[in-house]
């Protein structure tokens, strides 16, 4: 009887810690739950605290994708203006009638400077500098994408570390629970009010409360390594103990449309934007392959001294100046498998275009799915299973008082509420996630390599960079 009392007056302290400690409101109002902040989040004393838009602007300065997105950029733009530039002239000497006999070396020998200068005609400077320009369209597309890929990572790492967060607070809570109902059911067996198996399954629960603890703050610690790395500030140092973070998991949970969610998408996504410029750059190459049998000139210009006897005034003819001029006819090469190649890389573009739109739109599809099943578990636990786990365990502990229900059965209550807690919780990150993606453009993988950056894996990796000799017939 006193075994009974004292489990139960233990009981009722566990509840109302386990209540406080997720903060479920079992009442209902006109079908409306009320719900208050799923953990208390308020830092010990002299604690720091971190908030997502810290998190946020660490990555935005640290994160070494983005200055690789960067470099790409100004790499464009150094080959976009390099496209647009003319050829150096040449400068050259040349020695005429250098002969080896003395006697007419006087009388044959010439020198000579020129300088030769290949106009480049039809515009195709313009033409190569068109197709760099798109470069630097899909360099920025990319560099918009990695950006975005970056903070969504943050985003979904911070949710999940939140969530970690919570576990641990509600886990210490119960093992504080457990281990004070190990020590009384230990003082009841030693004055022989309580049987053995009693304080057997109050040990079983404590060994499993801890094991359970020990889980989540391993799990916590992962998150946080996670975190380290994507947002690279040595304020965040790895093998220290995870910072506290600011904020709830119950806060302000948006009702997102997928009808304007994937018209903006396809408006917005920097992936449209990088295929619509790849599109782009296929037309530019396109005509600067037809403009490549349209030949260049050469212009080469003479200027020197020459010592030929001229027969008609008797005399050297000293200095004089030449003009050449040329071009090469496109006889035979009209450079037909390179049109024929870019004609084939425009219709390969256009059709990226199409399945990237189309990979988008499954991809929201995946998403808005896996949304809509996070937020009805979410509210199902938040409207039904939580206030009827509580309310069951309240039963049971009342019946546990009255002698008419066996400890074992309140301990499986109390168990159930506390893992709709878990579930809970879980739910809540998971939705959290799910609102990330959407709203991010579905882009994720913050420490992949741009697009654009040697060696990047990725929807646009190994594209073709535009080279000013790419068209080159030797002309």
């Avoid at 190990?182 to 022989?192: H, P």
């Amino acid at each position: 009887m006193k075994f009974k009392k004292a489990v139960a007056s233990l009981f009722a302290g566990a509840i109302a810690s386990i209540c406080a400690a997720t903060s479920v409101v079992a009442q209902q109002h006109d079908h409306a739950p009320q719900t208050q902040n799923l953990s208390n989040n308020a830092p010990a004393a002299g604690q720091a605290t971190l908030s997502l838009e810290d998190l946020e602007r660490m990555a935005l300065i640290k994160n070494p994708t983005l200055a690789q997105a960067e470099a790409a950029i100004r790499a464009a733009e150094g080959r976009r203006k390099q496209a647009g530039l003319w050829p150096n002239p040449i400068v050259g000497y040349e020695g005429d009638g250098i002969a080896v006999n003395d006697l007419v070396r006087d009388f044959r020998i010439g020198h000579y400077l020129w300088v030769e200068q290949s106009v480049v005609g039809f515009g195709k400077l313009g033409k190569s500098k068109r197709i760099a320009e798109q470069e630097k369209v899909q360099s920025i597309s990319e560099a918009e994408a990695q950006r975005l890929r970056v903070l969504n990572a943050v985003r979904m790492l911070y949710y999940e570390a939140l969530g970690a967060q919570t576990m641990v607070d509600l886990r210490k809570r119960l093992l504080e629970l457990t281990r004070e109902a190990v020590g009384i059911s230990e003082e009841l067996f030693n004055v022989g009010q309580a049987d053995r198996p009693d304080v057997l399954s109050t040990e079983i629960e404590s060994q499993r409360a801890e094991l359970d603890l020990m889980r989540a703050e391993n799990d916590l610690a992962r998150v946080w390594r996670i975190m380290t790395a994507v947002v690279n500030d040595e304020r965040l140092n790895p093998s220290l103990k995870p910072a506290r973070l600011a904020g709830s998991l119950e806060a302000g949970v948006p009702e997102l449309n997928q009808d304007d969610l994937l018209a903006s998408l396809l408006r917005e996504s920097p992936e449209i934007k990088a295929a619509m410029a790849g599109v782009a750059r296929a037309k530019a190459v396109v005509g600067r392959a037809k403009a490549e049998p349209r030949p260049d000139m050469f212009v080469r210009a003479w200027v020197g001294h020459s010592n030929d006897f001229a027969e008609f005034f008797g005399g050297v003819t000293g200095w004089e100046t030449r003009v050449e001029a040329g071009v090469r006819i496109p006889l035979f090469n009209r450079n037909q498998g390179n049109v024929s190649a870019a004609t084939s890389e425009l219709m390969s573009a256009e059709k990226e275009l199409q399945r990237v739109e189309l990979a988008l739109r499954a991809r929201m599809a995946e998403a808005f799915n896996s949304y809509m099943n996070s937020l009805a578990v979410a509210a199902r636990y938040r409207r039904e299973i939580l206030p009827r786990a509580q309310r069951a365990y309240e039963m049971y502990l009342s019946k546990f008082r009255q002698m008419a229900a066996a400890y074992p059965q309140a301990l499986i209550a109390q168990r159930t509420l506390f893992q709709s807690q878990t579930e809970y919780v879980s739910a809540l990150v998971d939705l959290w996630q799910n609102v990330v993606q959407l709203r991010g453009m579905l882009l994720k993988g913050g420490l992949d390599a741009p697009a654009s950056a040697p060696g990047a894996e990725g929807v646009n990796a190994g594209r073709t960079v535009f080279s000013p000799t790419v068209f080159s017939n030797d002309q």
